[in-house]
């Protein structure tokens, strides 16, 4: 395999009948696009831009030897692939022909290091993994999941045969608990990270907005973020104040507070014992964790739509159309305009 040698080719070499089915799909990934596109551009020159998917790639390097063709192209901004067609059809010899030219290719990115250091100095931009849509969803997945148990559904075959189905609810419903209330502190970082002031976006003041109390981060978001109304958020509606519960009650249980409402207390009467359980925070929550359920779970997830909801009424109506059509979105692409961030659909 020393000797083999790769040239380039043409569409045409793809489009005739002899071309076999694909052979053998690799997707390497101790290369990334970027470091690809250097190393075959030094060995091949220009790649082809017409024999592409414009949806999904951005340039391929169409390649052949002897016996077969290559396509080497770049995959929705993050991955690639080495695609072979190989005459026979014989996969342990398109194996080999991966691995030579990806040891070409890694040869010739190593003169090209300097190049990819400088670019990745000043990106035009980032792709954001969106906390929102993440922890959002990984809730409502777990919701899903505790209220097929309680219909019986599915069956709950754990690793712990002791857990039942309904005890299974409960745990479930307390992971969905945390999700959503981290799923709208995400929202609120995403907001900030994409609308805070351009006369803001310093270090020291990032750092100490990160710091702040999710309350006061929400209700001062018009004051730091410039795709709001001017007055700060309302925070005298019942969905400020259920969400609000919702964060305190957040940060007793994610630090185990042993909090006045689990002290219950035991009265004795004549003889007799009784616990006189405390009523529920609000209408909304149990006192104790351990008492999440699916009914609670449930109004958490419609607190949570309702402070959302909020958010995205006070924002000016062009950033709330700009924000509607992303803050679903697993991942957000921002490009900068005068060190700003712009959102690209």
Known sequence: MAKLEFVSAI?????????????????????????????????FGEPDRTFIDEDKQQWVFLLKTTDSRIEVYDWKLDSWSIAVYQKDNDEQRARKIVDELLKQIKKSFSQQRATAAALLK?????????????????????????????????????????????EAQYTLCRSAFFQYVAAMEGLLNLIYEIYLRPELREDRIADRLSREQIDVKLRLAPVYCDCFRDKPIDHTTDAFKNFHTLANARNNFIHANLTKAMRTPLVVHEGASYLIRHAKINGKLPNSFRDVGI?????????????????????????????SSVMHDGHIRIEYEDGVPVIER
Not at 304 to 318: C, F, G, T, Y
């Open 295 to 323: 009914e609670e779970i449930r109004k958490v997830r419609d607190s949570i739509s309702d402070i959302v909801d909020q958010v995205l009424a006070h924002m000016k109506p062009r950033y709330r159309r700009e924000f």
């Open 122 to 166: 000043n990106p035009q931009g980032h792709v954001i993994e969106n906390p929102f849509a993440l922890y959002y969803q990984t809730a409502n997945e777990l919701v899903d999941l505790a209220e097929q148990l309680q219909s019986h559904e599915i069956e709950f075959f754990g690793p712990f045969p002791t857990l039942r189905w309904s």
């Open 11 to 43: 569409p045409e070499d793809f489009e005739s009948s002899d071309v076999t089915p694909r052979t053998l799909l690799s997707k390497p990934s101790d290369l990334n696009p970027l470091e690809v596109y250097l190393g075959l551009k030094r060995l």
